[in-house]
């Protein structure tokens, strides 16, 4: 079971970057999957997920300017995209896929108890 993660690099503020994970190894069709962000000194905090229907929930810092969405037409293995466009120096941290199995809301998601974590790519905005 893995979940690989991609996409991070260094960009300007205002910047454009597209993140993806992919996940291998099992059948994700009930696994919610989400982005969680960690920057230098600061505890791992949600940015978006997708639930296994397709619903979406973001966070407050992120809302409209980031956008998530998932390919499952393969079982096996799931893509889940993170679209992000006017990048802030804010932005920039490691980010992390997730994934989860416990039909929680996607509103109550934390970084606690989450059944799979991708290694991280990592998110530079400079001003």
């Known amino acids: 079971v893995q979940l690989q993660a991609s996409g991070g690099g260094s960009v300007e503020a205002g910047g454009s970057l597209r993140l993806s994970c992919a996940a291998s190894?099992?059948?994700?069709?009930?696994?919610?999957m989400g982005w969680f962000r960690q920057a230098p000194g600061k505890e791992r905090e949600f940015v978006a997920a997708?639930?296994?229907?397709?619903?979406?929930?973001?966070?407050d810092a992120v809302e409209g300017r980031f956008t998530i969405s998932r390919d499952s037409r393969d079982s096996r293995k799931n893509m889940v995209y993170l679209q992000m466009i006017g990048l802030e120096p804010g932005d920039t941290a490691v980010y992390y896929c997730?994934?989860?199995?416990?039909?929680?809301?996607?509103?109550?998601?934390?970084?606690?108890?989450?059944?799979?974590w991708g290694q991280g790519t990592q998110v530079t905005v400079s001003s």
């Open positions: 997708v639930s296994s229907g397709g619903t979406t929930y973001y966070a």
């Open positions: 997730a994934a989860d199995n416990s039909a929680s809301r996607l509103s109550t998601w934390s970084a606690e108890a989450k059944d799979y």
């Open positions: 190894g099992r059948t994700w069709s009930r696994y919610d």
